[in-house]
């Protein structure tokens, strides 16, 4: 009966059977997994070491005092403690003015007969010059005058005149008055009056014209128009017949300025619109 042998070598073995083992390549394959174990195990050491480097550092480092910071109302803050053994400061020196000469001069008073006390002449003009009336009389520096300011006179009050507006003439003409004139009836019936009188001219039918023309005129006092103009017309007869209806329209309530009947230029829109 013949032997039977079986070879329980490794992979790399058996690959590299009837190799030349000595060329490197065997040498690595076979101690591969070592090597990426032992890689594996360093590079965990050292992050873990560099994570932890920080708790290292802070638990080794010297502790420095912390101060913490705390709000404060200066507000609400006590009095400084008083020292009971220490003496009070002392109060400042008075300041003396320079005295001025006076002489005794007190202002009527009404009192009982028993309370009047002995009467004292009023000053003469004589003692007022060199001397300013008090209630004592006192000798005082003649310097004394230089340094003390007498109380400014103060402006009594002053007559309020009443302001009267000049009543306008009678030829001013007004652009914006306080009560603008007026068609009788209002814009309603001044809507109609142009509707019923307008004759739309054949010249500007025949040419399909249409639009506005802006007529100005003044409003006198007595509600007469005068002075009508055009200023913006169309032509084809229908800046004549805008100035036509404009001249024959009844008279305006006028406008007025401070409760008086001005003239007043007042602008007027025609409207010419074929139908």
């Given amino acids: 009966m013949a032997e039977v042998t079986t070879n329980t070598g490794t992979l790399d073995d058996i ?6 083992k000595a060329y490197g390549a065997y040498a690595l394959r076979k101690d591969y997994s070592r090597t990426v174990y032992r890689a594996l195990i360093i ?18 480092a010297p ?3 912390e101060q913490a910071m705390v709000e404060v109302d200066l507000m609400k803050l006590p009095p400084p403690p008083i020292d009971p053994n220490e003496p009070p400061p002392p109060p400042p020196p008075p300041v003396e003015l320079p005295k001025v000469n006076t002489v005794k001069f007190l202002p009527p008073e009404v009192k009982p ?3 009047v006390p002995e009467e004292t002449p009023p000053p003469t003009v004589e003692e007022l010059k060199e001397a300013v009336a008090a209630e004592k009389t006192q000798e005082g520096d003649p310097n004394a005058e230089e340094v003390i300011v007498a109380p400014e006179e103060t402006a009594g009050p002053t007559k309020v005149e009443a302001a009267v507006e000049a009543a306008p003439k009678e030829d001013q003409i007004f652009t914006v008055v306080e009560q603008n004139p ?6 309603a019936a001044l809507g109609q009056f142009l509707g019923k009188n307008i004759r739309y001219p054949p010249a500007a039918s025949r040419a399909n014209v249409s639009g506005r023309v802006y007529v100005s005129f003044v409003v006198n006092t007595d509600g007469s128009i005068q002075d009508a103009t055009v200023l913006k017309g169309l032509g084809f007869g229908t800046d004549e017949e805008a100035l036509r209806v404009v001249r024959s329209m009844p008279k305006w309530r006028p406008g007025k300025q401070s409760g ?3 003239r007043v230029k007042y602008n007027l829109p025609i409207n010419f ?3």
């Fill in 15 to 20: 690959v590299f059977a009837n190799r030349n």
């Fill in 43 to 60: 590079g965990s050491v050292l992050f873990l070491l560099a994570m932890a480097t920080p708790s290292i550092i802070s638990v080794l």
């Fill in 63 to 65: 502790k420095e005092d």
């Fill in 113 to 115: 007969d028993e309370e």
């Fill in 182 to 187: 007026e068609f009788p009836g209002g814009m």
């Fill in 260 to 262: 008086r009947p001005v």
């Fill in 273 to 275: 619109q074929l139908e």
